[in-house]
């Protein structure tokens, strides 16, 4: 029971993901509707930029997210993000001309990079350890739902033909951030961060008994809280510089690795251009969007087993089975449009055996379905939870920043490299996903049923040594076993504070 509260807290939050996922969604329809393109009449450049004007102030708005993250603290900064959306949304809405659309993308973009920091940062510090990779993929769940919801609404305006659709689809958006700014005051604030940042043990305790539904258990919990903080504290390194410090060398590299991994897996090839792609089969344009909405189901519908099997099978696994299915199911995609398609003169790619063409069809579907499990949740689960406090805002700010330039690349390359080397494009990718796959193996350790404490003093024991030593070895072996930590290296609670040396 005492659970539901911090389950509603995290769905809650999560429409800072849903407003993500739409924004995603939005523009593979609005591209298509003839009145939007007689309007503001892009050329392919401008057009780019209609799609990546978005992505690129989402960079600037993770970057910057840090600060308000850390001054107003998370629950105002979700509050400043839903803000700051009504106002691009309302620029997007209401434009006239292309510099107002290309300002309102940026706007949007800047609030959506800002809660897509923010929300699983706070869903992370609020959750108890053995429910903190469920409660995340709780924001995938609802990224997912906004491009569905997207696609779906996108799919219905472009059948019926509606005039002015793309500013009602703009305009909807408006509804949901205006339901997260008003709950966002009724949210309780990080306990973490009321411990950290404003010193203030009852008003932490407090926060934690709303989220908690229940007093008892609370100690435990914040004294394990205040014992992580007194041991930042007396190694006494916060600041940019010391972010980029040795004892964060190997946490930073994993959050943006798998970041920019997650980009890499060509997740955004499928969900901004798929249409084009399912053109190959179908030359009608309903059908390809049709199945375009379909994926959105799946991607959807996909991201449900990570909810149960994220805190039991852990991380590593899921990445490792995500990422190995995603490549072949792209080997398979290359090798059907490699046996059944032809290349026509103007590089129209056309499949000359239509059972072959929605074969390749269903192995994109098992794509998206091997992604929604795996990398899709896990790409934000995972740098949610490896800062120390300390670090925790400016590192995420970072690693997220990173997601949405691979965001941005992948966006902006695909169409140009799905012109010139076709369906080949899928061969970078599977290159990229057997990498993932060896990195997985070899350098993300398991964080499932560990405290945020305790990975952070798993990662501070891990720098005194930067070398594959034999203690590495025999603490990751430790770490993995369920609660073994504290019996094999030294917890705050067991430690003398001189033992703990980040040494850069
Ligand atoms: C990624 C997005 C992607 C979405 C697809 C998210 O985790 O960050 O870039 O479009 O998943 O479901």
């Given at each position: 029971m005492g659970r539901i509260h911090v389950y509603l807290v995290s769905c809650f939050s999560a429409i800072g993901g849903f407003l993500f996922g739409y924004d995603i969604g939005i523009m593979s329809s609005v591209l298509e509707m003839v009145d939007f393109m007689t309007l503001f009449q892009p050329d392919e450049w401008q057009k780019g930029f209609i799609v990546s004007s978005f992505q690129l102030g989402a960079c600037l708005g993770a970057l910057l997210a840090s600060f308000a993250a850390d001054f107003l603290g998370r629950r105002m900064a979700i509050g400043l993000g839903s803000l700051i959306f009504i106002g691009g949304a309302i620029f997007q809405t209401a434009a006239f001309n292309l510099a107002v659309l290309y300002t309102g993308r940026i706007i949007s973009g800047v609030s959506i990079g800002v809660l897509s920091m923010i929300v699983p940062l706070y869903q992370s510090e609020l959750a108890p350890k053995d429910i903190r990779g469920r409660l995340i993929t709780l924001q995938q769940l609802a990224i997912t739902f906004g491009i569905l919801v997207s696609f779906w609404i996108g799919y219905g305006i472009i059948e019926d033909g509606m005039f002015n659709g793309w500013r009602l689809m703009m305009g909807l958006q408006i509804v949901p951030a205006f339901c997260l700014l008003t709950g966002v005051m009724f949210l309780p604030e990080s306990p973490r961060w009321l411990l950290e940042r404003k010193n203030d043990p009852v008003k932490a305790r407090n926060s934690l008994i709303r989220v908690r539904?229940?007093?008892?258990?609370v100690e435990e919990e914040l004294q394990e809280m205040q014992m992580g903080i007194d041991l930042e504290h007396s190694l006494g390194k916060g600041g940019w510089k010391h972010l980029f410090g040795r004892a964060m060398i190997y946490p930073l590299s994993i959050g943006i690795l798998i970041q920019i991994f997650q980009q890499l897996t060509g997740i955004n090839a499928i969900m901004y251009y798929a249409p084009s792609i399912f053109q190959s089969v179908t030359s009608s344009k309903g059908i390809s969007n049709l199945a375009q909405g379909i994926n959105g189901i799946i991607n959807f519908l996909s991201t449900f087993p990570a909810i149960y099997f994220v805190d039991r099978m852990g991380r590593r696994k899921l990445l490792i089975s995500g990422a190995l299915g995603m490549a072949i199911c792209f080997a398979t995609v290359v090798g059907l449009f490699g046996v059944y398609s032809t290349v026509g003169a103007s590089g129209e790619v056309n499949f000359t055996n239509i059972t072959a063409g929605w074969c390749a069809i269903v192995f994109i579907y098992l794509f998206v379905v091997n992604f929604a499990?795996?990398?899709?949740?896990i790409g934000w689960i995972l740098p949610a939870e490896i800062y120390p406090l300390q670090h925790r805002a400016r590192a995420v700010s970072i690693t997220t920043a990173t997601n949405w330039l691979g965001n941005l690349l992948v966006a902006q390359f695909t169409p140009p490299l799905l012109k010139t080397i076709h369906y080949y494009v899928f061969l970078i990718f599977m290159g990229c996903l057997l990498l993932m796959t060896a990195y997985v193996w070899f350098w993300v350790p398991e964080t499932k049923g560990k405290s945020l404490e305790e990975i952070e003093t798993y990662f501070i024991e891990r720098s005194k040594t930067s070398k594959r030593t034999k203690r590495n070895k025999k603490l990751e072996e430790a770490f993995t076993e369920p609660s073994n930590l504290g019996d094999q290296v030294a917890l705050p609670r067991t430690s003398t504070l001189s033992d703990v040396q980040l040494g850069d």
């Open positions: 539904g229940e007093e008892k258990s499990y795996s990398w899709g949740p």
